[in-house]
């Protein structure tokens, strides 16, 4: 494991020794199980590591100490404030879209106003867990209304490619398997960058179309921020994600605000 996860990070057992404060010798026998770590060893190399908690607890275990963190469900009793604290940024949010994710970008927790990116989506693509990546990336999915797919579905993949390196997380490794197989991926041109709009951006936009009728009918341009927990000790709410959707035009803002006062420019 420490093996896979230096690799991982592109550290030399010379260098991490220097950090950790052991000698390379020692550290060498500590990956090829010559030599037996103490918990506090095994903890600081994760540390300099920046191995996830989860997989600090996996590497505690297999050398024979307990696990240090806890991972408990975000219903639990104990996580009442934290959850509550999401829960009331999704709702502040609102009328812009926001949802909470885990480590395999699953949706646990979301405002109403995210409902708009399910609409027309067929329900077997939303269960038994709504995933960010299956939903935006499915052709039958948030894809087959998204204008400018090439470019956030290249974010997407990005995106997902980096977490997993990241996290090392085998539910996302399945999905990055899946999504991929999608024809409409597979075609994607692995070079592409963003860049082609006569009025660049300051950031990629996800831009849909919504059904005529709706209270947001027409296009909707959105960027998003992601928010992390800055002192988890649990399991869960490291792996945990605010993605909070913000309008790119003034078009977008009067839209989901459900402003028909003014008219878009022409």
Request: proline share 7%.
């Amino acid at each position: 494991m420490l093996r896979d996860w230096r690799s991982r990070r592109n550290r030399s057992q010379l260098d991490l020794s220097l950090d950790v404060g052991v000698s390379a010798r020692h550290l060498s026998f500590v990956e090829t199980g010559r030599s037996n770590p103490s918990p506090e060893l095994v903890l600081a190399l994760a540390d300099h590591l920046e191995v996830p908690l989860r997989e600090r607890n996996t590497m505690l275990l297999a050398a024979g100490y307990a696990p240090r963190y806890s991972q408990r469900p975000l219903d639990d009793d104990a996580m009442v404030r934290a959850r509550d604290s999401l829960q009331r940024m999704l709702d502040a949010h609102d009328p812009y879209p926001g949802v909470v994710v885990d480590r395999s970008w699953n949706v646990l927790l979301a405002n109403e106003a995210a409902f708009l990116f399910t609409e027309g989506v067929p329900a077997e693509l939303l269960q038994p867990t709504m995933n960010v990546f299956r939903l935006c990336l499915h052709p039958d999915g948030l894809a087959a209304r998204t204008v400018n797919f090439a470019d956030w579905a290249t974010y997407l993949l990005r995106q997902m490619r980096r977490t997993i390196q990241l996290t090392d997380d085998a539910e996302l490794r399945a999905v990055e398997q899946e999504v991929r197989a999608y024809p409409n991926v597979a075609e994607l041109d692995e070079v592409h960058t963003a860049g082609h709009w006569d009025d660049p951006p300051l950031l990629v936009p996800l831009t849909i179309t919504t059904d005529p009728g709706t209270d947001t009918e027409g296009e909707l341009s959105m960027f998003t921020t992601l928010t992390t927990f800055g002192t988890p000790l649990d399991v869960t709410l490291e792996e945990l994600s605010l993605e909070l959707f913000f309008p790119a035009d003034e078009a977008t803002d009067r839209s989901l605000r459900g402003d028909r006062s003014m008219s878009s420019p022409s």
